[in-house]
T-cell receptor
Framework: GQSLEQPSEVTAVEGAIVQINCTYQ??????LSWYQQHDGGAPTFLSY????GLEETGRFSSFLSRSDSYGYLLLQELQMKDSASYFC????????????FGTGTRLTVIP | NAGVTQTPKFQVLKTGQSMTLQCAQD?????MYWYRQDPGMGLRLIYY???????DKGEVPNGYNVSRLNKREFSLRLESAAPSQTSVYFC?????????FGEGSRLTVL
């Protein structure tokens, strides 16, 4: 089976940096993804790590350590619009790109 | 570019009623999915379809059926709705791993 753990809530100040951690237990590992979801909206893709290391996309970076079964999403220069829920997800070994999602971290950015 | 389109966006049902959620994608993706999202539970996979003509159960399939009508369309049916099926339902599609989600369908079962 799969399990993912991430903090339920994080609060950070506008302009600061915040890190959202995700630890996983999976039967086989095929990559860690991150999705953002604003209230009332649909989840949208942020990043994907299949190999160890850091992937950077603008203000967002994602890190993976397969030996530690651990990853994180790093958000820099926080903006108020970054207030949202962030989900880590692992790909399931079905050949259909199924994702198993964590329960999400609600990020609140304060002035 | 419509992406993934779900209908209806909102629906209220009485216990025991049936309904079908429709989903269509215009990105020529092979794989399609139905997830449900409940507060504090994240997204849970109900059913998926790896390609046209195939469907498989996900984590929480009980009480649901699906049909992959063609490559574009993947519908979710509740035959006899129960209050436990009150949720937000998301359809998604994928080709290379990134999932593209529809805007969601909010279903309330009284």
């Amino acid at each position: 089976g799969q399990s993912l753990e991430q903090p339920s809530e994080v609060t950070a100040v506008e302009g600061a940096i915040v890190q959202i951690n995700c630890t996983y237990q999976t039967s086989g590992f095929y990559g860690l993804s991150w999705y953002q979801q604003h209230d009332g909206g649909a989840p949208t893709f942020l990043s994907y790590n299949a190999l160890d290391g850091l992937e950077e996309t603008g203000r967002f970076s994602s890190f993976l350590s397969r030996s530690d079964s651990y990853g994180y999403l790093l958000l820099q220069e926080l903006q108020m619009k970054d207030s949202a829920s962030y989900f880590c997800a692992v790909r399931e070994p079905t050949g259909a790109n199924n994702l198993f999602f964590g329960t999400g971290t609600r990020l609140t950015v304060i002035p | 570019n419509a992406g993934v389109t779900q209908t209806p966006k909102f629906q209220v049902l009485k216990t025991g009623q049936s309904m079908t959620l429709q989903c269509a994608q215009d990105m020529n993706h092979n794989s399609m999915y139905w997830y449900r999202q409940d507060p504090g539970m994240g997204l849970r996979l109900i059913y998926y379809s790896a390609s046209e003509g195939t469907t498989d159960k996900g984590e929480v399939p009980n009480g649901y059926n699906v049909s992959r009508l063609n490559k574009r369309e993947f519908s979710l049916r509740l035959e006899s709705a129960a209050p436990s099926q009150t949720s937000v339902y998301f359809c998604a599609s994928s080709h290379t791993g990134e999932l593209f989600f529809g805007e969601g369908s909010r279903l309330t079962v009284l």
